[in-house]
Protein backbone atom coordinates (compact mmCIF):
# COMPACT_ATOMS: atom_id res chain seq x y z
CA UNK A 1 0.00 0.00 0.00
CA UNK A 2 2.64 2.77 0.89
CA UNK A 3 5.01 1.65 -2.22
CA UNK A 4 1.94 2.67 -4.28
CA UNK A 5 1.00 5.89 -2.35
CA UNK A 6 4.63 7.00 -2.48
CA UNK A 7 4.30 5.88 -6.62
CA UNK A 8 1.19 8.03 -6.97
CA UNK A 9 2.93 10.78 -5.29
CA UNK A 10 6.18 11.00 -7.43
CA UNK A 11 3.77 10.51 -10.82
CA UNK A 12 1.68 13.73 -9.41
CA UNK A 13 5.12 15.77 -8.94
CA UNK A 14 6.27 14.68 -12.23
CA UNK A 15 3.12 16.07 -13.97
CA UNK A 16 3.62 19.15 -12.14
CA UNK A 17 7.18 19.19 -12.94
CA UNK A 18 5.87 18.74 -16.38
CA UNK A 19 3.51 21.18 -16.71
CA UNK A 20 5.26 24.06 -15.35
CA UNK A 21 8.49 23.49 -17.52
CA UNK A 22 6.02 23.58 -20.48
CA UNK A 23 4.70 26.89 -19.11
CA UNK A 24 8.35 28.03 -18.57
CA UNK A 25 8.66 26.58 -22.66
CA UNK A 26 5.64 28.58 -23.86
CA UNK A 27 6.97 31.79 -21.71
CA UNK A 28 10.22 32.20 -23.44
CA UNK A 29 8.65 32.17 -26.58
CA UNK A 30 5.33 34.40 -25.85
CA UNK A 31 6.64 37.92 -26.87
CA UNK A 32 4.73 39.08 -23.26
CA UNK A 33 6.93 36.70 -21.54
CA UNK A 34 3.59 34.81 -20.34
CA UNK A 35 3.31 31.32 -19.83
CA UNK A 36 -0.27 29.68 -20.00
CA UNK A 37 -0.37 29.37 -16.34
CA UNK A 38 -1.87 32.26 -14.85
CA UNK A 39 0.49 32.85 -12.28
CA UNK A 40 3.58 34.86 -12.23
CA UNK A 41 7.08 33.37 -11.86
CA UNK A 42 7.35 33.24 -7.73
CA UNK A 43 4.14 31.29 -7.20
CA UNK A 44 4.44 29.18 -10.17
CA UNK A 45 8.18 28.31 -8.86
CA UNK A 46 6.71 27.46 -5.53
CA UNK A 47 3.43 26.02 -6.40
CA UNK A 48 4.67 23.24 -9.00
CA UNK A 49 8.73 23.34 -8.37
CA UNK A 50 8.24 23.65 -4.81
CA UNK A 51 5.13 21.61 -4.34
CA UNK A 52 6.72 18.58 -7.12
CA UNK A 53 9.95 18.12 -4.72
CA UNK A 54 7.63 18.12 -1.45
CA UNK A 55 5.85 15.47 -2.54
CA UNK A 56 8.75 13.61 -3.67
CA UNK A 57 10.48 13.61 -0.75
CA UNK A 58 7.60 12.66 1.12
CA UNK A 59 7.01 9.90 -1.33
CA UNK A 60 11.01 8.58 -0.27
CA UNK A 61 9.69 8.65 3.48
CA UNK A 62 6.77 6.76 2.59
CA UNK A 63 8.34 3.90 0.77
CA UNK A 64 11.82 4.03 2.14
CA UNK A 65 11.65 0.93 4.06
CA UNK A 66 9.76 -1.19 1.66
CA UNK A 67 11.12 -3.14 -1.93
CA UNK A 68 10.09 -0.30 -4.69
CA UNK A 69 12.39 0.30 -7.49
CA UNK A 70 9.88 2.52 -9.48
CA UNK A 71 10.44 5.07 -6.74
CA UNK A 72 14.24 5.37 -6.84
CA UNK A 73 13.56 5.32 -10.63
CA UNK A 74 10.56 8.38 -10.63
CA UNK A 75 12.92 10.13 -7.79
CA UNK A 76 15.89 10.27 -10.70
CA UNK A 77 13.43 11.05 -12.89
CA UNK A 78 12.13 14.37 -10.97
CA UNK A 79 15.72 15.54 -9.97
CA UNK A 80 17.02 14.98 -13.56
CA UNK A 81 14.31 17.41 -14.92
CA UNK A 82 14.43 19.92 -12.27
CA UNK A 83 18.20 19.71 -13.26
CA UNK A 84 17.80 19.64 -16.51
CA UNK A 85 15.27 22.76 -16.91
CA UNK A 86 17.52 24.81 -15.00
CA UNK A 87 20.43 23.77 -17.46
CA UNK A 88 18.00 25.05 -20.26
CA UNK A 89 16.97 28.35 -18.96
CA UNK A 90 20.61 28.78 -18.55
CA UNK A 91 21.51 28.21 -22.15
CA UNK A 92 19.16 29.76 -23.40
CA UNK A 93 20.11 33.18 -22.31
CA UNK A 94 16.63 34.17 -20.49
CA UNK A 95 18.13 35.05 -16.97
CA UNK A 96 20.60 37.34 -18.48
CA UNK A 97 18.79 40.56 -18.32
CA UNK A 98 17.62 39.96 -14.69
CA UNK A 99 19.71 41.08 -10.88
CA UNK A 100 22.12 38.69 -11.31
CA UNK A 101 23.06 37.56 -7.81
CA UNK A 102 19.15 36.58 -6.94
CA UNK A 103 19.00 34.57 -10.17
CA UNK A 104 22.39 32.81 -9.24
CA UNK A 105 21.28 32.03 -5.97
CA UNK A 106 17.58 30.80 -7.47
CA UNK A 107 19.32 28.83 -10.12
CA UNK A 108 21.82 27.02 -7.25
CA UNK A 109 19.03 26.40 -4.65
CA UNK A 110 16.82 25.18 -7.39
CA UNK A 111 19.66 22.81 -8.89
CA UNK A 112 20.58 21.73 -5.05
CA UNK A 113 16.74 20.54 -5.08
CA UNK A 114 17.00 18.12 -8.07
CA UNK A 115 20.37 17.10 -6.94
CA UNK A 116 18.61 16.01 -2.96
CA UNK A 117 15.92 14.28 -5.31
CA UNK A 118 18.51 12.44 -7.58
CA UNK A 119 20.74 11.86 -3.51
CA UNK A 120 17.19 10.07 -2.46
CA UNK A 121 17.23 7.89 -5.40
CA UNK A 122 20.34 6.72 -5.15
CA UNK A 123 19.31 6.11 -1.02
CA UNK A 124 16.53 4.29 -2.22
CA UNK A 125 18.21 2.42 -4.46
CA UNK A 126 20.67 1.19 -1.94
CA UNK A 127 18.03 0.51 0.86
CA UNK A 128 16.11 -1.91 -1.98
CA UNK A 129 19.59 -3.61 -2.84
CA UNK A 130 19.83 -4.29 1.08
CA UNK A 131 15.89 -5.36 1.37
CA UNK A 132 16.59 -8.14 -1.54
CA UNK A 133 19.57 -9.07 0.12
CA UNK A 134 18.08 -10.14 3.39
CA UNK A 135 15.12 -11.60 1.76
CA UNK A 136 17.88 -13.94 0.09
CA UNK A 137 19.60 -14.37 3.20
CA UNK A 138 16.04 -15.34 5.24
CA UNK A 139 15.62 -19.55 5.41
CA UNK A 140 12.81 -20.72 3.22
CA UNK A 141 9.71 -20.89 5.37
CA UNK A 142 7.87 -24.52 5.85
Known amino acids: MARRVATGLLIASLILLLVYGADVAVA ?6 QGFLPFDEAIRGGAFGGGAVIMSIIAFVIARKEYSPIVSALLFVN ?12 AQGSVASQDTSSVLRS ?3 TIAMGALLIGLGAWKLLADRKILASWR ?3 AQK
Open 79 to 90: GGLIIAGMIALV
Open 28 to 33: SFSPQR
Open 107 to 109: IGS
Open 137 to 139: KEP
